[in-house]
């Protein structure tokens, strides 16, 4: 399973990071994913990153500000989130990448982990 933790509040222009740990399954093979979903909205793609860690791929809305990294000796993925915007607020989770696949289409994705609520206020 995959647990998400690291979440919480914080103001506009704070910084958040983010853990993804995966146990019970193979992780390090695997690309892997983070998505978010904000109340009332459906859930969206954030950022994925390659088995390796040597590619990585992020939402528009998103880039130059999160950064997704990993360590497979720790069975983690992480999620640098800086300069937060309260249009961040959401439940942020992980999921595993399905035959090398780490783009933004969450039906290739499986193993979804319990998601972290991240706040920003204003």
């Known amino acids: 399973q995959l647990q998400a933790s690291g979440g919480g509040l914080v103001q506009a222009g704070g910084s958040l990071r983010l853990s993804c740990e995966a146990s019970?399954?193979?992780?390090?093979?695997?690309?892997m994913g983070w998505f978010r979903q904000a109340p009332g909205k459906e859930r969206e793609f954030v950022a994925g990153?390659?088995?390796?860690?040597?590619?990585?791929y992020y939402a528009d809305f998103v880039k130059g500000r999160f950064t997704i990294s990993r360590d497979n000796a720790k069975n983690t993925v992480y999620l640098q989130m800086n300069s937060l915007k309260p249009e961040d607020t959401a439940v942020y989770s992980c999921?595993?990448?399905?035959?090398?696949?780490?783009?933004?289409?969450?039906?290739?994705?499986?193993?979804w982990g319990q998601g972290t609520l991240v706040t920003v206020s204003s």
């Open positions: 999921a595993r990448g399905l035959l090398s696949y780490y783009g933004s289409d969450a039906s290739r994705y499986d193993s």
């Open positions: 990153i390659t088995w390796n860690g040597g590619r990585t």
């Open positions: 019970g399954l193979t992780f390090s093979s695997y690309p």
